[in-house]
């Protein structure tokens, strides 16, 4: 009796301890599924982010709204500010834009 009364603890624990574990395997199924999709989402963004930085596109836009590299350099002085005596990047004033237009 004592032993019948052991193995049906024995079993019924062992279910138990199956079915926990059985949903613990879903769940990591479902976390594993749901860090795939949100990996495919995250691959998707940096390539939209790496569209939309091209510089390929931006520089157009940038011409419509009426950017232009400058064709000299004025210096514009304020009181309280430290005057920076490094050259700017001589890029800046030397480029010709109309001539670098395809």
Do not use: C, H, K
């Amino acid at each position: 009796m004592v032993f019948t009364l052991v193995v049906v603890v024995a079993f019924v624990g062992l279910a138990v301890a199956r079915t926990a574990l059985d949903r613990g395997a879903f769940e990591l199924a479902e976390l594993e599924t749901r860090i795939a999709q949100a990996e495919t989402e995250n691959t998707q963004l940096r390539l939209e982010i790496a569209r939309l930085e091209n510089p390929a596109r931006i520089a157009p836009l940038a011409e419509e709204l009426g950017f232009v590299y400058p064709t000299q350099r004025r210096s514009l002085l304020v009181s309280g500010v430290v005057v920076d005596t490094r050259d700017a990047d001589p890029r800046w004033a030397e480029i010709d834009r109309l001539a670098a237009a395809p």
